[in-house]
């Protein structure tokens, strides 16, 4: 009674809201790169905003359910599928035993989240069921989801008269976000924002950068035209955190982002605000963004916009999801 | 001791701050950061999410949402997490530096040093004298970063001090030692890198079954010495 891997992806790991309180030790917090989709599968099935969910780069991998569910597919839409029939995401989608979940092609996006109704039958380690793949732990056995692996459910959840095997149904709720896919990502200064030229400053604001190839889960290198400080500097390590905008000593920038490392070397320009992580997951190689300075009061009522939306949203869909399967 | 040193507090991004001391490697300030952190850890004040410490300065990440509830006028999250923390930055208690020594075996011979020979032409010194200076002395864990378990540990005789390698390696073994400016460390996992290596462990650094996995904790004193290739073998073979 599970989900079954039956053709691996490229990079699908075990996600949730990080690894918190152990930084100390090198230990860095992981966790969703979207966390607004994220938490948002989890609210949309009425579930806890921080349970685990799997985190899906494309090629994404094919699941067999071998018993029958509810799951809701967010973030990056992979256009998929059950059983060759297309699905959409945003939605809670109940999935009869013997469904097969594929995913086709990359509509938008770069992340797609997996969020399933049951509990799992994993192991967290250290207080987060995140994916830890230096060290081997967290997550299903500290590495990417590979053919084969099945994650057991805990508990059921409906009865088998919700659908039929093979079939599925798409419940009527859903999101009323639009997809936001613009390419201006709005930041706060960094603590070394100010050994910048002043050009440099201006350049950093008004001129595009792209996301290169060296993109990944721990960060994303840019290029665009060079920085420079206003004179070299040899810093000790420091702390550094998710978004924060580094200036490597070749003049490009690296965005630091969810695998990030705990502490770093190199000048913090700036920092991407949260509520904007979820847009930048969402990019792809290639695409292109401009730095837009905003500041801490803007940055932090945004975080709490999308916090009370996404508790007010998880709110009334436990409502639908309990009535929807007490009438079934 | 430098018990007087200040410290400017400013935004580390939305989600936390920075408790700042300069760029210094100093064991008194950093002993102080160590007493800051251990203080905050213990209040377990449940809006902070993760406390970093660092050479010279502590990072506290907070959880804005539980934050927001608790602001006041026209306070920021940022200045009410200021304000919240800034009572436990100025503890008298006792201090309770740890006293823990760990004395760690390095082979410093073929194939672990890799880079002897060019901190050898470097410094005018032949491998034995760099053995000497690396393994006389013992060194403070001022901080972890990096890699999970790894230790940044000063500082080294100023005969051995060495820049980064120009080009990084795209892969350091594990339970390479190496030397970075004054700094020396130990990769506890295979990694990229651009540290000097001068030898390897066989003691594992870090052990996920633990519930405090990583053998070396900040404020930890390290004391290397030398086994011979033999030796390193037998580290290994034996049972973890």
Not at chain 2, 106 to 126: G, W
Request: a neutral charge.
């Amino acid at each position: 009674m599970s989900l079954q891997i039956i053709k691996a992806g490229l990079l699908d790991t075990i996600q949730d809201e990080g690894r918190k309180g152990y930084s100390h030790l090198g230990i860095n917090p992981g966790g969703a790169m979207d966390i607004f989709s994220y938490r948002l599968a989890n609210a949309l099935l009425g579930k806890k905003l921080s349970g685990p969910v799997i985190e899906l780069h494309f090629p994404a991998a094919q699941i067999l359910f071998t018993q029958p569910t509810i799951i809701c597919i967010t973030g990056a839409n992979f256009l998929p599928s059950i059983n060759n029939i297309s699905v959409p995401i945003n939605h809670p989608v109940v999935i009869g035993a013997n469904c097969i979940l594929r995913f086709d092609g990359i509509k938008q996006g770069a992340r797609a989240y997996l969020a399933v109704k049951n509990e799992w039958l994993i192991d967290g380690w250290l207080n987060s069921f995140s994916t830890n793949k230096v060290a081997g732990a967290g997550g299903w056995q500290g590495r990417p989801l590979q053919k084969n692996d099945c994650i057991e459910f805990g508990n059921a959840v409906g009865g088998n008269g919700m659908v039929g095997n093979n079939q599925f149904k798409v419940l009527p709720w859903s999101t009323l976000e639009k997809v936001d896919n613009r390419n201006e990502i709005e930041f706060i200064i960094g603590s070394e924002w100010h050994y910048l030229k002043a050009e440099s400053q201006a350049d950093f604001q008004n001129n595009w950068f792209q996301i290169t190839q060296d993109a990944d889960r721990m960060g994303y290198r840019l290029s665009g035209g060079k920085l420079c400080l206003q004179q070299t500097t040899e810093m000790l390590s420091t702390a550094v955190g998710f978004g924060t905008v580094q200036l490597l000593p070749n003049g490009q920038l690296i965005i630091l982002m969810a695998d990030h490392q705990t502490t770093g070397g190199y000048p913090r320009i700036a920092h991407i605000i949260s509520a904007h992580l979820p847009l930048l997951a969402q990019k792809n190689v290639n695409d292109v963004l401009k730095f837009v300075q905003t500041n801490l009061e803007t940055a932090e009522e945004k975080i709490m916009k999308q916090e009370k939306y996404l508790q007010q949203l998880q709110v009334a869909c436990k409502f639908r999801m309990e009535e929807w399967l007490n009438g079934h | 001791m430098n018990g007087t040193a200040s410290y400017n507090i400013f935004p580390l991004g939305d989600s936390a701050l920075l408790i700042d001391y300069g760029n210094e490697m100093n064991v008194g300030i950093n002993k102080k950061i160590l007493l800051q952190f251990r203080v905050l850890q213990a209040a377990r004040l449940p809006f902070i999410t993760d406390i970093v410490p660092a050479y010279s300065s502590l990072a506290v990440h907070y959880n804005v949402a539980l934050l927001h509830d608790k602001k006041q006028g026209d306070r920021t999250v940022f200045e009410t997490a200021m304000a919240l923390i800034s009572p436990y930055l100025s503890s008298d208690d006792v201090e309770e530096e740890n006293n823990r020594l760990i004395k760690l075996p390095v082979c410093y011979q073929p194939p672990f040093c890799l880079d002897m020979a060019t901190i050898a032409s470097a410094k005018n010194f032949d491998a034995e004298g760099i053995i000497r200076l690396h393994t006389a002395q013992s060194y403070r864990v001022y901080m972890l970063g990096f890699l999970p378990g790894f230790a940044y540990m000063g500082k080294v005789d100023d005969q051995i001090v060495i820049p980064r390698r120009q080009q990084p390696r795209a892969n350091v073994p594990a339970g390479s030692v190496g030397i970075a400016g004054n700094q020396t460390g130990i990769y506890p996992f295979a990694s990229p890198g651009g540290w000097q290596i001068i030898g390897r462990t066989p003691v594992p650094l870090f052990n996920k079954h633990l519930s405090n996995p990583t053998l070396l904790q900040p404020g930890d004193t390290v004391q290397f010495f030398s086994i011979t290739a033999n030796e390193f073998a037998d580290y290994q073979s034996r049972p973890a």
